[in-house]
């Protein structure tokens, strides 16, 4: 997942503002002394820009914040009330190189309150949510403004403008077209006051969902309930229950999916069930952490606004300007996949089941059962073993000898670790990222351990963007919640672990390798249905030969892995897909259904919203629960992917098709490596996707790789004779 920060002027969320009057008074230059010594005032003096984090207090923040947004609407009024004629060096450029104090304020505040946030970095980010989002409106709503940029967008075929240029001054204008540019001012204000509310709404999900997450962990006092557990995974459990004053205890803490990791290996059912539960109802127990109120009313909210923009619903809305256009193209790219999904999930259902009874358990399959018998499936399938792999995935020698590995071989880049740069947290480390010029192009920050006060799940994002325009270069952090382990013992992954690392450094790889002139349109700033294309491309690689050959040696002896142990991982990468498939999409479908909502319909009942969407999309299916409930679904309510959790699945048949043209071609190599930095990787947003990636492989991207690699074709051909 990318979480999403790109240009500050179009990353505050179009969930929320405040009325602020456009129009202001000459600028006043003057500061405070008070604001002069705020570490944000000016560009940090550290390599590429990096943050002083040992210098940066939460108190700083907030007026840090607030001054930021002083320069820049100071700057937008020069552009906007400027008496020369519009052009793109005195509108569009300017625009770029505007609210550089705000942009490297937030960016750093939007890494903290993910990663690593507190009490006051929650309460100031609620506060200041609506005045973000007002600041936004200021700058959207600028009629001026717009005008200027509408100049340039009508005259840009009669403008001698390179092709970025062009494809900015398009972007630019569809972009404030898209945020109410060309409402009326009575519509405006209400757009402006739904903006606030929402805003407000959007930072209150996410600080509830956090404690939600927190508090929902399991607590055991018996270690006998843990059975089945590593010994290295009960001692993180005890350290993870000293950590809260529960000693004599141990604490299974949750993540963000429904699913839980411990759900694999607990042998008692009781306790399986207990932390299930604990996990579909974190937000749903009618305390103060239930988001149920807070989402229905975003619900509404976005659909009213859309509305108000001249859209029936907010996908519709939402999807204009992603690669799948319209919630038509989404459900029918769904609907090619619900039938073969549900097809391979009924039959592993039937596996599970048939083993339960063969092993003398007298109940029904459950949710909290699927893993663990899964587990114990695959192994009497494939004689495979998540303990027997897990000692070959050290999370240090996965990092440096399979990702930065497969990153040299593809790519030319290299990595060096420092330890003079001051990290927000011990756990991070800092990486020089080098070029195969031997130039470096970046730093790489690295976040892996789960932490009570970090938001779940794992991304990507930047503490600075490239752009040739501004002169910067790359400082981007992957975050991960993989568990801690006790000092002295080392982090073992899981083989899903492994691929999340890939994962999140192809999104850091899009960002590294960006060559673009402008910020606005750089690295990861491109639909979401094509941003998780690099980010899942990447995971290729971590089964690849050579690389995975690199990196997966026993920590303890350095023996590479066993043939015939590698040989069943590869026979059991299509193991289990009915239900990795399916349950990811329950949840595109939910939120598709969420966000198709009309403005005339009632604020819904969450639960009975839900049950209803799963089942008119066919999966309503009770062993099945959707990878995330509605009630805690952070990507569509906090991270950006509302309308859009669907772009998993899109990106996934580009990643897929992609991959094929690479096999084609010789696998792994520089020069294949070089084609794909060259014409996707490098380009940002500066062309249309559709046709940048068609430039790549030849063609429009084909479903078949996706259904193949998912294990989907054989299902696909069966539930169409039925």
Not at 63 to 71: C, D, F, T, V
Not at 141 to 146: A, K, P, R, T, Y
Not at 380 to 387: C, G, P, V
Not at 688 to 717: C, H, Q, V, W
């Amino acid at each position: 997942m990318k979480r999403t920060v790109t240009r500050i002027l179009l990353c505050i969320s179009l969930c929320g503002a405040v009325l602020i009057s456009c129009s202001r008074s000459p600028r006043d230059t003057s500061t405070s002394s008070a604001m002069t010594d705020n570490p944000f005032y000016k560009p940090s003096s550290l390599p590429f820009q990096a943050p002083a984090f040992n210098k940066i207090k939460d108190a700083d923040f907030k007026p840090a914040l607030r001054e930021g947004m002083k320069q820049q609407l100071d700057e937008i009024q020069e552009i906007a009330n400027d008496p020369e004629a519009p052009t793109v060096e005195n509108t569009l450029v300017p625009l770029e190189e505007s609210g550089r104090m705000l942009e490297r304020t937030y960016m750093v505040f939007n890494c903290l309150t993910g990663a690593n946030t507190d009490d006051t970095l929650q309460k100031v980010q609620e506060d200041i949510a609506p005045i973000m989002a007002a600041h936004r409106d200021a700058i959207y709503l600028n009629d001026n403004l717009f005008q200027r940029i509408k100049s340039i967008y009508e005259q840009r075929d009669q403008l001698d403008l390179d092709p970025e240029t062009y494809r900015l001054a398009k972007y630019y204008y569809k972009e404030f077209v898209r945020a109410g540019a060309n409402l009326p001012e009575a519509d405006k204000i209400r757009l402006r006051k739904m903006n606030e509310e929402l805003a407000t709404l959007n930072a209150k999900f996410e600080n509830q969902l956090l404690k939600a997450t927190k508090e929902g962990a399991l607590v055991v006092s018996d270690e006998s309930k843990l059975a089945g557990l590593t010994q290295a995974e009960i001692e993180a459990a005890a350290r993870a229950a000293k950590v809260r004053g529960l000693d004599g205890k141990c604490v299974l803490p949750l993540q963000n999916t429904t699913q839980q990791p411990a759900l694999q290996s607990l042998e008692d059912r009781a306790t399986r069930e207990a932390l299930f539960n604990k996990s579909w109802t974190r937000t749903e127990l009618g305390d103060a952490n239930d988001t149920r109120d807070v989402i229905k009313r975003m619900a509404k909210l976005r659909a009213e606004r859309a509305q108000l923009l001249g859209f029936p619903d907010y996908a519709a809305w939402k999807l204009e300007d992603q690669m799948a256009k319209n919630p038509k193209n989404v459900d029918s790219f769904l609907a090619k996949l619900v039938p073969p999904a549900v097809a391979n999930v009924q039959k592993e259902a039937e596996d599970i089941q048939a083993l339960i009874n063969e092993t003398g358990g007298n109940f029904k399959l459950q949710p909290w059962d699927w893993d663990y018998y899964a587990e114990k499936v695959r192994k009497a399938r494939y004689d495979l073993d998540e303990s027997q792999i897990k000692p070959y995935f050290e999370l240090n020698n996965v990092l440096e000898n399979g990702v930065f590995y497969a990153a040299h071989e593809l790519y030319g880049l290299s990595f060096k670790e420092r330890h003079d740069l001051p990290v927000y947290q011990p756990d991070v480390r800092v990486f020089d990222v080098i070029d195969k010029d031997g130039s470096q192009i970046g730093l790489f920050y690295a976040d892996y351990f789960k932490r009570d006060n970090k938001s779940g799940g794992a991304w990507m994002s930047s503490l600075m963007g490239q752009s040739r325009l501004l002169g910067t270069k790359p400082v981007i952090f992957n975050v991960a919640n993989f568990p801690k382990p006790v000092p002295g013992q080392p982090a073992l992954l899981t083989y899903d672990d492994v691929t999340t690392m890939f994962h999140e450094f192809g999104h850091a790889l899009h960002g590294f390798l960006s060559n673009t002139e402008y910020p606005s349109l750089s690295g990861t700033a491109v639909a979401r249905d094509f941003v998780e294309l690099p980010s899942q491309f990447n995971e290729h690689w971590a089964l690849y030969p050579t690389v995975f050959e690199h990196y997966a040696v026993h920590y303890k002896t350095g023996e590479p892995m066993p043939r015939e142990l590698v040989e069943k991982i590869k026979k059991a990468e299509k193991f289990n897909q009915g239900y990795a498939l399916t349950e990811l999409l329950a949840a595109a479908e939910l939120d598709m259904a969420w966000h198709t909502l009309p403005a005339y319909a009632p604020e819904q009942n969450v639960d009975e919203f839900e049950a209803g969407a799963l089942k008119k999309a066919g999966l309503a299916l009770p062993q099945i629960p959707p990878r995330y409930r509605s009630s805690y679904f952070m990507h569509i309510w906090g991270h950006g992917y509302a309308s859009g959790y669907y772009a998993y699945l899109w990106s996934e048949m580009l990643d897929q098709d992609a991959y094929e043209w690479f096999k084609e071609n010789g696998g792994l190599t520089r020069a294949n490596g070089d084609r794909f930095r060259d014409m996707i990787l490098s380009r940002g947003n500066t062309e249309d996707l559709a046709t940048m990636y068609r430039n790549f492989r030849g063609r429009d991207p084909e479903i078949e790789p996706l259904l193949k690699a998912r294990g989907l074709t054989e299902s696909k051909e069966m539930s169409s004779k039925q």
